[in-house]
């Protein structure tokens, strides 16, 4: 019903910037929380960033001043843009988003299939 897309994932050097990007696409009624979450290696998922449909943002302590999350509402899109990125961010970037199908259905959570982020010399 719906599927979440992500795309920007890549190789980058301690200190570098990435932006990743999430559509949403399918039967969709309205979108409320979208976000990220990532997952490295051994650790459990963990949240990286959420955004509301009013733009209402939310940071891991980790990444305040590093990343700053959006959201496009009319493409049912949310970016991620990552700066100042350490070798630390290394994980599975996973895009996250509460999915109201119909108007009387209930919100539902979906799950993109992660894009790999690697921060290293």
């Known amino acids: 019903q719906v599927q979440l897309v992500e795309s920007g994932g890549g190789l980058v050097q301690p200190g570098g910037s990435l932006r990743l990007s999430c559509a949403a696409s399918?039967?969709?009624?309205?979108?409320?929380?979208m976000g990220w979450y990532r997952q490295a290696p051994g650790k459990q998922r963990e949240l990286v960033a959420t955004?509301?449909?009013?733009?209402?943002?939310n940071y891991a302590d980790s990444v305040k001043g590093r990343f700053t999350i959006s959201r496009d509402n009319v493409k049912n899109t949310v970016y991620l843009q990552m700066n100042s990125l350490k070798p630390e961010d290394t994980a599975v970037y996973y895009c996250?988003?509460?999915?109201?199908?119909?108007?009387?259905?209930?919100?539902?959570?979906?799950w993109g299939q992660g894009t790999q982020v690697t921060v290293s010399s």
């Open positions: 399918g039967t969709i009624f309205s979108i409320r929380a």
């Open positions: 955004v509301t449909s009013g733009g209402i943002t």
């Open positions: 996250n988003a509460d999915v109201r199908v119909r108007l009387w259905a209930s919100p539902a959570e979906y």
